[in-house]
């Protein structure tokens, strides 16, 4: 394999590329990404970014060496627009065409919108900062959505001290998600500060004013943002003929397709740990996903080892510091087995079938969830695990 | 070759730790510790992988 394509220049497409270099790849790397932007992370931007604590140089996944150091054929500010799995080319929006041997994947997810606008999205750096500018003591902020996104701006926005109304669809935030019991644990944390949750509330558009409910009722506004979800970047690949359905469909392996792999937030692929296919919005799969597709990518097919991790996600929000494993969603059953949710010292577990499927903690020490990882990794029975105490 | 730690970009992940265990610790917070910021050619390996899955790209290798 003499040329790489890498499309997608963030965290996933990023830990792509430097793992290709790190196993000896040393043909030609193109790096191909829409932002204008050197790859830079995506979490600080609701948190420390949002929050006005870190300025944008702070992100930058790599230094300017480290950078170099990979050799890259950089394409930034260059949208792929269109593949062709015949003749191995990625057609990018300036018209040139990248030929290659093996493709990696990696563009990601972009927020869902509603109906109207002017409202905000936070995905990008310059959302971040667009957002940062608009919010200051007294400003009014609706934040439409209570997942992880839409919370952790909240708690942000409530300490920079502007009014905020979260409205929320479902009659428990992050119920599918996380459970209820959780879920209104969570939601408590925005009530006792006076940011007001709004559950069972449909928001049909943004208006000049704020915004519109399906009932009719309008809430005003000065700022509103919209956090309800995204959708994976996979239009450029529409007529190549790879299987897309909410995301780009992928084996066990990450593969798409002879020699074309993807990862992070795009991609869906089998996980044999958990026996289903996912696609997981999280940061640290991001990296390891983008290095187990290299890795694939280089390997002679029967060496290749199938990607099988255990999730991790972590958010902050308020005083909490919310850490989770496994897969979590669909889960059957939640026991708190360490700690007290009413305290937010915790650890819960989530059965799935009779297996832990998950953990979630919060203000736990590592040890405590370390563990539940395992039980995790190993497919522990739920009812020793839950009995044992892991 | 020289591990180094941002410790105040460390979002307590535990991602080093699963990596290579016999570098980093976390603290009660969670917040990751190098037990050895001097590593032998055994131990880089580890470190790579640390450095290439956090979350914060806040460990790094040096080279002398
Ligand atoms: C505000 C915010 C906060 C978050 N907080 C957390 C958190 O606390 N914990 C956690 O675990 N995760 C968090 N995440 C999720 C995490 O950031 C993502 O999982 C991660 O960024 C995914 O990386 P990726 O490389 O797969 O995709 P992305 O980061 O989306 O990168 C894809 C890149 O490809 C580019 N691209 C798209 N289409 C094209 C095209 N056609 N041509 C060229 N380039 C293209 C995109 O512009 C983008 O730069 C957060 C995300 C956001 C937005
Ligand atoms: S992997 Fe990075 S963020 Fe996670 S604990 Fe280690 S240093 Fe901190």
Request: aromatic letters at 6%; one cysteine or more.
């Amino acid at each position: 394999m003499r040329r790489i394509a890498v499309v997608g220049a963030s965290a996933a497409g990023l830990a792509a590329a430097e793992t290709l270099r790190r196993e000896g790849y040393d043909g030609t790397l193109t790096l191909v990404g829409d932002e204008p932007e050197p790859p830079y992370d995506r979490p600080p931007l609701s948190k420390q970014v949002l929050a006005a604590e870190w300025e944008p140089d702070r992100l930058a996944l790599r230094t300017p060496a480290g950078l170099a150091a990979l050799d890259l054929d950089l394409r930034l500010g260059a949208a792929a627009t269109g593949l062709d799995l015949v003749d191995r080319a990625v057609r990018l929006a300036n018209g040139s065409e990248v030929p290659y041997d093996g493709l990696v994947i990696a563009t990601g997810v972009r927020p869902r919108r509603l109906p109207g606008e002017g409202a905000h999205v936070l995905r990008t750096l310059g959302d971040a900062l667009t957002l940062r500018e608009r919010l200051s003591p007294g400003r009014r902020l609706v934040v439409v959505g209570a997942g992880f996104l839409g919370a952790e701006a909240a708690a942000v926005a409530w300490r920079l001290g502007a009014e905020v109304t979260v409205l929320e669809p479902a009659a428990v935030p992050l119920a599918h998600a996380v459970g209820a019991d959780v879920g209104r644990m969570l939601a408590r944390a925005h009530a006792e500060r006076g940011v007001d949750l709004r559950c069972g509330v449909m928001v049909s558009e943004v208006t000049e004013e704020g915004v519109r409910l399906a009932g009719g009722e309008e809430i005003e506004a000065d700022e509103v943002l919209v956090a309800v979800g995204s959708l994976p970047n996979t239009e450029w690949l529409d007529g190549s003929g790879l299987a897309i359905g909410d995301g780009v469909l992928c084996d066990e392996y990450c593969e798409a397709a002879e020699n074309v792999y993807a990862a992070g937030d795009v991609a869906r692929w089998y996980n044999p740990l958990f026996g289903t296919s996912m696609r997981i919005e999280h940061r640290t799969n991001a990296a390891e996903q983008g290095m187990a597709a290299a890795r694939n990518l280089l390997a002679a097919r029967e060496a290749r080892k199938a990607f099988a991790p255990v999730p991790y996600f972590w958010s902050d929000q308020y005083d909490m510091k919310v850490q989770a494993y496994g897969y979590l969603r669909g889960h059957d059953e939640v026991a708190v087995v360490e700690g007290d949710l009413a305290e937010r010292r915790f650890v819960a577990a989530y059965r799935s079938g009779d297996r832990v499927g998950g953990a979630l903690a919060v203000g736990m020490a590592p040890k405590a969830i370390r563990q539940w990882r395992q039980a995790i990794v190993t497919g522990a029975s739920w009812h020793e695990a839950v009995r044992s105490g892991v | 070759m020289k591990v180094e730690l941002e410790a105040d970009k460390c979002v307590a992940s535990g991602q080093c730790v699963v990596a290579a265990m016999e570098v980093f610790d976390q603290d009660d917070d969670g917040i990751a510790i190098l037990l050895t910021d001097e590593v032998g050619p055994e131990l880089v390996d580890g470190v790579q992988e640390a450095a290439a899955v956090c979350p914060a790209a806040a460990i790094r290798l040096v080279r002398p």
